[in-house]
């Protein structure tokens, strides 16, 4: 079945470093990919997503480009805050069936 | 915009007892679901509604009960609560089920 694989976590970097989050997915027909964010103490919020092949999503500096040829979705931002700490979840959504999350990946930046 | 509001946000339960966790969302969308969310597990979905008076279970329904009465409300009861269901709970509510999730704040229970 369909599935979403992440790195492990914790990542741990120090402020202004780049950062990137690995995602690789398995899913037959043409899924709808996320990434969300949960800040301590709260819910999962949509970070960004993409729709279709070579669509990039981009939110508060964080990008992520849906490559249907590697069936990844990587996550990206050129420079981290400490504001940036979080666990990041990505996902995929299909038609016809229910979003599936990976496990999440823990981020802790150092000032 | 209210979104997704869960309560109670904290609760302790004895073993046995059983409780409902409460969820509403303003957004008049089609889809509900609940997940858990256990330290190293990701989310695992318990049930989910594609609409009024429609439920179905998702990975890990046992020992959760729902229904959807209305298009706003889903509730998640707990009949009897054991250790093993010391968690933190979040509902989502999406306009379809694969479409952008939305979360509400998250309800942390302890069952001794």
């Known amino acids: 079945g369909d599935s979403v694989t992440q790195m492990e976590g914790p990542v741990t970097l120090s402020e202004e470093a780049f950062l990137t989050i690995n995602c690789t997915y398995t899913?037959?027909?043409?899924?709808?990919l996320f990434w969300y964010v949960q800040y301590p103490g709260e819910g999962l919020q949509l970070l960004l997503k993409?729709?279709?092949?070579?669509d990039k999503g981009s939110n508060k500096g964080f990008e992520a480009t849906y490559r249907k040829e590697t069936t990844s979705f990587h996550l990206e931002k050129g420079s981290v805050q400490v504001s940036d700490s979080a666990v990041y979840f990505c996902?995929?959504?299909?038609?016809?069936?229910?979003?599936?999350f990976g496990k999440g990946t823990r981020l802790h930046i150092l000032p | 915009n209210a979104g997704v509001t869960q309560t109670p946000k904290f609760q302790v339960l004895k073993t046995g007892q059983s409780m409902t966790l409460q969820c509403a969302q303003d957004?008049?969308?089609?889809?509900m679901s609940w997940y858990r969310q256990d330290p190293g597990m990701g989310l695992r979905l318990i049930h989910y509604s594609v609409g009024a008076g429609i439920t179905d279970q998702g990975e890990v329904p046992n020992g959760y009960n729902v229904s959807r009465s209305t298009t706003e409300d889903f509730p998640l009861r707990l009949l009897s609560a054991a250790p093993s269901q010391t968690s933190v709970y979040f509902c989502a509510s999406s306009y379809g089920e694969f479409t952008e999730a939305f979360f509400g704040q998250g309800t942390r229970l302890t069952v001794v």
């Open positions: 899913a037959t027909g043409y899924p709808s």
């Open positions: 996902a995929l959504g299909k038609r016809g069936d229910k979003i599936i």
């Open positions: 957004m008049n969308h089609e889809y």
């Open positions: 993409a729709t279709k092949a070579d």
